[in-house]
Each structure stands twice: as structure tokens, then as C-alpha cells.
């Protein structure tokens, strides 16, 4: 859908930003019209986020020129770039977590009578906005009360809120469920229709193909090209992003071996409001999918599983013998991983070097008499990065320099440089691109053929589809039921987890 | 799959952006060179082997208390107590040293005092979650109080000749107060830089609910960097004891502005997750080569505290500026 008007909204010439001795982007010319969906799409690392935070105030390009509506600007802060009203949605969230959703929303351009803030106002303001984009969220929950999916919330409303002209969206659906994600689809459109132009970073082309005007494909800081997004396709798009054609997206599943050992038994796990009576075992070489609607309880279950929150009743064994609940360290030495749902909030330490992310939990290996031997950790570390193709120009760079799904790879190799009976992948394909994410399912049906037990939460469908053997169905904090994989179809997962029919579910 | 990619792409930029990466992180080496430079130039006695010696015993006991507060720093633990502990254990020690006579025990007992003291810090922080700054501050004003009781009220005084020595005994021409800190400081380095420890508190201080996730004790690692940096300042202070040859209570919190403005001027990070005991000998050493230099230059010493306030600003700022990293 072609859009009707016809200025340019940006104009970039010869862009470039430097990080080191990395060009994260080279050289960029790019024109993006007033009004346009265009969505910026390219491997992990290929400087979208980059691109996006130039546009944004965030990063000063080294070098190039940029105009916003007829005049060239120099943003030096994100401050600046609002003044031309632009903003951002960033890829790691970026609130304040001990604010609440309101607050954050407005902070910054508070409404107020003389000095003092003017909550009224904001309330009233608030309210017209989850009206217009029928995006709802708590104002007074504090944010760091609130789901990883309701913080994105935050996030959006804040960049609704700032009303821009001009909105870069970071990877703004990777953390929606698929309703959740449409409803956010229809809200773009929404936003172009009504004259603002938005820049949509995503990894998921299919959505990029539904809701983009025009698609620019970049590779390694370069922009391959910019096209109507009504000439391109999935397979078009894969193509010139990582340079070759991708087959089918998930490795064949092959049957699980009937007589394994139980490698996880949950028994009558519960915690008051949270989740209750969850009954679940994993075999040795199986791959069992937790699958359900956000707040569903998937995350909730296997934070507990793997001892990071308490649990009121219940039991978990490994191999047969009772593992200690409430502490993550009894957890690993059972022989258990874990991915969590954030990888910046509960997965990493950004600022230190990827070697000491991907090696902490298993440090006891390099260690001799409390010592650690360097050596062998580089060692390992590099054949588990080089495992799951992990690209940064060193291991002894910060974690927080990787782009986004490089970072996701550093908590994967984490559990490769030894392997645990059980990993747990809590939306483990989350910010990677098309080619990792096909990495990564090949690395989860070889870690199962291998006989690793996988348990895994995803609210992608296809995901969980293709590559589950198993799956259970949350809803309302309840395993509603089991589905065997390798027969579902998408309609049944859906039903079960909305406990209505398919079809009234899609047309949420 | 390829091999991790290294990318070799080095492109020009202006002059500032050339100079960061060598000044990033590595400001307060230049800075602290810098200022030895222009003191050796400026002032004869500066650049004397008795002066240099003398600045070496007088950081020492800074260093030992420093070095461990550095960690506690690293780990994300701010602790206050640092002075009551430099106040009152040595005057346990002396109170020990005077009623048996014997040196070792006085010293076990000044450090076990400070262990002690350093784990309540711990637990209060870690298991009760109190926030470490009001948390010792709590504990600062008990030890304080506790000096007093020891002594009551009176200035203490080694009895003992070995007690004197065991700052003040020359090897190689340094002291041996001297001696002990470069030990700790060599200790801690180790202890930071290449054991599994010293990992597990950078975790800790930079991501403690990712760090637990990994596995690391959380808890336990917190209690155990309090612990330590209370045995350091009950070990700085019976130091400093032996050197001043007398000990008194006090409710004095200067010892600890000392140690913090070495960790902080150094650049570890008050936030934690990064910092090392390098930075803070530095730190330590340009605020003494400072304070050395004001007096060889005879500075009013009103001025003094005004211009070391200032100088403290800029060399913070210096190191904050190069270690910026782009916002993202
Ligand atoms: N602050 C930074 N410091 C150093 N290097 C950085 C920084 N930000 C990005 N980079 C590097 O710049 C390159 C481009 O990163 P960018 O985040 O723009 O990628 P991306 O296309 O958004 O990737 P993803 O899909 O994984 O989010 C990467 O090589 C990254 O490591
Ligand atoms: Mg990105």
C-alpha cells in the first residue's frame, strides 16, 4: 500500500558510525518517505540498530550528512532528535524500572502547573492514549512489577506519547505474543495512515512483508537494497541478507527413542497466584515446548524448575533424585541450563568481556585450587562461540557491544562448553536473525538426537511447532493439556491456550 | 559456521576520537605520571630517595585497607565501617598485647576483630538486604562506641618491643608496613584478576541476579567481600598502631574518605562490576604524590583541602570522559 504522501521525511548521505575497529555502518544513503512504513531487515550485527539510533539522536555518525523535513541536522543527543520529532523504541528496553508505567511514559515532557507536575493531566493523556492504540497497561504498576511483554508496552506508549513524526521501532514485536504482535501491526499501520512515518526493525519477515511499505535490506554495515516491499518475498528478502537461499526452516524432527530415562520429573509444583499442579516430565533426546499466551505461567514454571523463584508445594527430580528447589547453583549441579526470558536483565553481565559471560557458570572447569586458567577457558569459549557462529571482533569485548542476537548467542555457547542433561530455552531464538535462528533450532534437535532433554517456552508457534515432540499447553497457570508434535497443527495450540475455538482466537 | 570474525577495519577519525581508546580506561596512569613528572621537575626534594620511601610507608596502611575495599567496591558493597574498624581493633589488639605480652595473638585478635565486624557488615547487606551504605554506617557508629569501651577512653601504647617493629623493621631499605601492603595488594590482585573468586565478584557487582542464574553464590560472595574488607581495616589499623606507636578512640570516619577517594579517583565503579586494585594504587598514589607536592610547595594547608578537592573532580571527570562509552 503505496502511501499518498510524497516528501521525503529523511534524507541520509554517506552515513557512517565507527565502534572501535568496528564500522557497524558504512557509508549509508537512504531516503525515507513522510508517512512510510519502512522497515530496516539484515543479519545480526548488520547495523540496524546503529542506523536506527543515528536517526534517533542516540549515536553522532562519523561522518555524512542528514536531513529531517527539509532541514540538515546534527542530533548530539536523543533529546535533540525529539525536538525534530523523532524517537525511538529501542531493542533492549530502556525504562526506569523503579517508575511506574505512567511515569515512564511521560517522563521527560511532564505536563505542569508551574513546578509541579500536573498527574491529572498525565492520567487523562494516558488514558486517550491506550484508547487510540488500544494498548493497555496498568499506569500504576511500578515497571519493574510488570511482564517483559507490558514493559515493551511502556516502551511504545512512551514513543506514542512523545508524538512523534518519525518512529524507529526497534524489534518492537520480538517480545509479543503473535496476538499481541498483530494488534502492534495494526497500530503501525494505524500510525502511517495518520501521516507518521515509522522506521520497523525485524527479524520476522513475514511481518515486515505484511505492514512495510518499502524494506531495506543492510549487510554488514552496507545497504544491499530498497525496494517496494510488494516486490519482494520471504525467500527474496533471506536471500540478499545473508547471501544465500535458506531451505526448510526446521530440521526434520526425528522420533524420540521411546525408551529413554527420564531425565526432569516436575510433581504438583504450585505457587499461590502464580501457577498450580503442574505434573511434567522430559526425556533424555526430547524436546517438550511449554506453549501458551503471555502470563500464561510458562516462564513462571520454569523459573521455578530451575530454582530461581520459590514454590509453595511440589517436587523436582533429575535423573530420578530430588533436586534442591529455590537455588539456581543446586539447579545447575543437578545438571540443568537455562536460558532465561532476558538476557540483559537476567542472563548477562554487559559490561564484562563475552569470554567471562559465556564461561561463569561453568568457570569450576578452568579452575585448579580456586584458580582460574585462562588458557583453557579461551579455549573453550572459542569453540562454543564459534559453535553457535558468534560474531564479535574479540571475545575480551563487552557484552553490551555485540548487537542484539550476538548477545542472545553468548548465553547459548554458555551451555555448550558443557553440556547439561536439561536445558531450558526460555524464548531462546529471541532478536537473532533468520539464519542464527535456523542455526539454533539445528543446535536444539542435535543437542536432543544427542540425548540432551530441552525444555522450551516460546511464544513464536512455529517454533515451537516444528521443533516439539511434546507440547503442553499453559493456560491460567494450568498444563490444560498435551499435544503430541509431531501431529499438531497451529489451530489446536491455539485453542487450547485461548480454551476457546481457533478461529474466534485469531480474530482477537 | 565461520570462525569468530575478526574485523580489522581501523578507519581515521579526529584526534580526540584517536586518543580515547589509549586513554580509555587507562586515564589515571597518565594522570599519576604526569603529576610525578612535573613534581620531579618542579621540586628537588621531590625526587629524593628518602621522600619517595616515606610517601611508600605513609600509603601503606591506605593501601591495605583500600585494596579490599576495592573489592567489596567491585562487588557492589559500599562499606562505611572501614574507620571504626581502623580505630577500635587496634586498640583490641593492644588491650591484648599489654594484658599477655604476646604480639601474635594481639595481631590475630586485631584482624579477627575486623573479620568479625566485616561479617555482620556481610549479613546485614546480603541475608537482612539492608542497603550496604546505611548498613555500615549502622555498624560504623557500634564499633565506634565499642573503641571507646575497649579503652576506655585512654590512648593506647604497644608495651611490647616487638609490637614496634612490626611496622617499622627495614628490609631492603623500605618498612616493613610497606612491605605488608604491597603483599596485600599483590594478594588482592590475585585474588581478583585470576581466581574463580574474583570472577564471581565482578559478576556479583555487574548483573547479581544474572550472576545467580549462573549459579554463583550471590549471598555468600557478598558476606565473604565484607569479611574481608573488615579483617584488611583491622590489619591497617594495628599497622598503623606499630607505626604511630599508640592507638586512641575516636569517632573519626577520616581514614575512610582516604580509602574511598583512592578506589574512586583510581576508577572503579561505585555502580560495581569493574574496577581493579591497579586503579587504585594509582588512585592512591596521586592523591599522596598530591599531598606531597602541596607540602614541599608549602601550601597553605586551608588551600590544600580546596585544590585536592578540585584536583580529585578533574582526574574523575578525565577518567569518566575516556571511559564513556556511545550511549546503547
Ligand atoms: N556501543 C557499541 N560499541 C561497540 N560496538 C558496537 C556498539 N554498538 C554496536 N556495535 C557493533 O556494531 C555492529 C552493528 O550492530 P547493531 O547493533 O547495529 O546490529 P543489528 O543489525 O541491530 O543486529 P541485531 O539484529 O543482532 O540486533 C555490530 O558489529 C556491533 O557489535
Ligand atoms: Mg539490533
Redesign the interface.
Known amino acids: 500500500m503505496p502511501t499518498i504522501a510524497l516528501d521525503d521525511h529523511v534524507l541520509l548521505k554517506g552515513i557512517s558510525k565507527q565502534f572501535g575497529s568496528t564500522r557497524a555502518i558504512d557509508s549509508v544513503n537512504l531516503t525515507i518517505r513522510r508517512g512510510e512504513v519502512h522497515a530496516l531487515i539484515g543479519e545480526n550485527g548488520a547495523g540496524k540498530s546503529t542506523l536506527g539510533k543515528v536517526l534517533a539522536g542516540v549515536h553522532e555518525p562519523d561522518e555524512g550528512s542528514m536531513t529531517i523535513a527539509g532541514k540538515t541536522v546534527r542530533f548530539r543527543s536523543p533529546r535533540q532528535a525529539l525536538d525534530m520529532r523523532v524517537t525511538m523504541v529501542a531493542q533492549e528496553l530502556q525504562l526506569v524500572p523503579t517508575l511506574t508505567a505512567i511515569e515512564n511514559v511521560y517522563l521527560g515532557i511532564e505536563s505542569s502547573r508551574g513546578p509541579v507536575v500536573d498527574d491529572r493531566d498525565h492520567r487523562d493523556r494516558y488514558q486517550r492514549l491506550v484508547q487510540q492504540s488500544g494498548i493497555g497497561v496498568d499506569p500504576s504498576r511500578r515497571v519493574d512489577s510488570l511482564s517483559v511483554a507490558d514493559q515493551q508496552k511502556v516502551e511504545i506508549l512512551r514513543a506514542l506519547a512523545r508524538e512523534a513524526e518519525l518512529i524507529v521501532m526497534d524489534e518492537p514485536t520480538a517480545r509479543l505474543t503473535a496476538d499481541e504482535a498483530s494488534n502492534l501491526l495494526q497500530i503501525i499501520r494505524d500510525l502511517s495512515v495518520g501521516g507518521t512515518t515509522v522506521v520497523f526493525v525485524s527479524h520476522f519477515l513475514d511481518q515486515v512483508l505484511d505492514v512495510a511499505d518499502r524494506i531495506t535490506i543492510m549487510r554488514d554495515g552496507r545497504i544491499v537494497r530498497t525496494s517496494e516491499a510488494g516486490s519482494e518475498s520471504t525467500g527474496s528478502l533471506v536471500e540478499a541478507m545473508i547471501g544465500r537461499t535458506l531451505e526448510a526452516n526446521f530440521p526434520p524432527k526425528s522420533p524420540p527413542d521411546t525408551t529413554a530415562e527420564t531425565v526432569l520429573t516436575v510433581k504438583g509444583l504450585g505457587r499461590v497466584g502464580s501457577f498450580e499442579d503442574v505434573d511434567l516430565q522430559v526425556n533424555a533426546g526430547e524436546i517438550v515446548a511449554l506453549a501458551g499466551l503471555v502470563g500464561s505461567g510458562r516462564t513462571e514454571v520454569v523459573r521455578s524448575v530451575f530454582g530461581v523463584d520459590p514454590v509453595d508445594c511440589g517436587s523436582v527430580e533429575m535423573l530420578g533424585s530430588g533436586v534442591g528447589l529455590g537455588t539456581p547453583r543446586a539447579a545447575i549441579a543437578s545438571g540443568m541450563g537455562m536460558i532465561p526470558e532476558s538476557r540483559s536483565d537476567q542472563g548477562l553481565m554487559l559490561r564484562r568481556p563475552v569470554r567471562e559471560n559465556a564461561s561463569l557458570p561453568r568457570l569450576g572447569l578452568f579452575s585448579r585450587l580456586g584458580m582460574v586458567l585462562r588458557r583453557g577457558e579461551q579455549e573453550s569459549v572459542q569453540v562454543a562461540t564459534t559453535e553457535v557462529d558468534l560474531r564479535a571482533a574479540s571475545l575480551e569485548m563487552p557484552v553490551e557491544s555485540l548487537s542484539g542476537g550476538n548477545q542472545q548467542k553468548t548465553m547459548f555457547a554458555r551451555w555448550l562448553i558443557e553440556r547439561p542433561r536439561l536445558l531450558i530455552a526460555d524464548e531462546p531464538t529471541r532478536g537473532v536473525d533468520v539464519g542464527a535462528k535456523r542455526a539454533i533450532y539445528e543446535l536444539l534437535a542435535g543437542l536432543a538426537e544427542d540425548g540432551m532433554a530441552v525444555l522450551l517456552v516460546s511464544s513464536e508457534i512455529e517454533e515451537v511447532l516444528g521443533l516439539a515432540h511434546r507440547i503442553l499447553v499453559m493456560r491460567g497457570g494450568r498444563i490444560v493439556c498435551e499435544i503430541d508434535g509431531i501431529e499438531a497443527s497451529e489451530a489446536e495450540v491455539l485453542e487450547a491456550a485461548f480454551g476457546t475455538s481457533a478461529e474466534e482466537a485469531v480474530g482477537v | ?11 581515521s ?1 579526529g584526534l580526540i ?1 584517536h586518543l580515547r ?1 589509549h586513554l580509555k580506561g587507562y586515564g589515571i596512569i597518565w594522570i599519576t605520571l604526569a603529576l610525578f613528572l612535573l613534581l620531579t621537575v618542579t621540586t628537588g626534594p621531590f625526587f629524593s630517595e628518602a621522600n619517595l620511601r616515606n610517601i611508600l610507608d605513609q600509603q601503606a596502611t591506605l593501601l591495605i585497607a583500600a585494596s579490599l575495599a576495592t573489592v567489596a567496591m567491585i562487588a557492589g558493597g559500599f562499606d562505611l565501617s572501614i574507620s571504626a574498624v581502623f580505630v577500635a581493633a587496634p586498640l583490641l589488639a593492644l588491650q591484648v598485647e599489654n594484658a599477655t605480652q604476646s604480639v601474635l595473638l594481639a595481631v590475630v585478635v586485631g584482624v579477627l576483630a575486623g573479620l568479625f565486624v566485616g561479617c555482620l557488615n556481610g549479613v546485614v547487606v546480603a541475608v537482612l538486604k539492608v542497603n550496604s551504605f546505611i548498613g555500615t554506617l549502622a555498624t560504623s557508629f557500634m564499633v565506634f562506641g565499642a573503641g571507646y569501651l575497649i579503652s576506655d577512653r585512654r590512648i593506647l601504647q604497644p608495651e611490647t618491643e616487638t609490637f614496634r617493629k612490626i611496622a617499622r623493621t627495614r628490609w631492603f631499605s623500605l618498612t616493613t608496613a610497606t612491605w605488608i601492603a604491597l603483599g596485600v595488594v599483590l594478594a588482592t590482585w590475585f585474588l581478583l584478576s ?7 565478584v ?2 556479583t557487582g ?2 547479581p ?9 550471590v549471598t555468600g560472595v557478598t558476606i565473604a567481600v565484607f569479611a574481608l574488607t573488615g579483617a584488611a581495616a583491622g590489619l591497617a589499623g594495628v599497622v598503623s598502631a606499630s607505626r604511630s606507636l599508640s592507638a586512641m578512640p575516636s569517632d573519626d570516619f577520616s581514614f575512610l574518605f582516604g580509602v574511598i577517594s583512592a578506589v574512586v579517583v583510581g576508577g572503579t565503579s561505585i555502580a560495581g ?2 574496577g581493579g586494585v591497579w586503579r587504585t594504587v594509582f588512585g592512591a598514589f596521586f592523591i599522596a604524590f598530591m599531598i606531597n607536592g602541596f607540602n614541599l610547595h608549602q601550601v597553605d594547608p586551608i588551600w590544600q583541602r580546596v585544590i585536592q578537592g578540585a584536583v580529585i573532580l578533574v582526574a574523575v571527570s578525565i577518567d569518566a570522559w575516556a571511559r564513556r ?4
Open positions: 559456521m565461520s570462525e569468530v570474525h575478526l574485523d580489522e577495519k581501523v578507519e577519525g576520537a581508546p585470576r581466581t574463580r573468586f574474583g570472577r564471581h565482578y559478576a555487574g548483573n541476579e544474572a550472576a545467580r542464574l549462573a549459579g554463583v553464590r562490576g569493574e562509552r556511545p550511549a546503547g
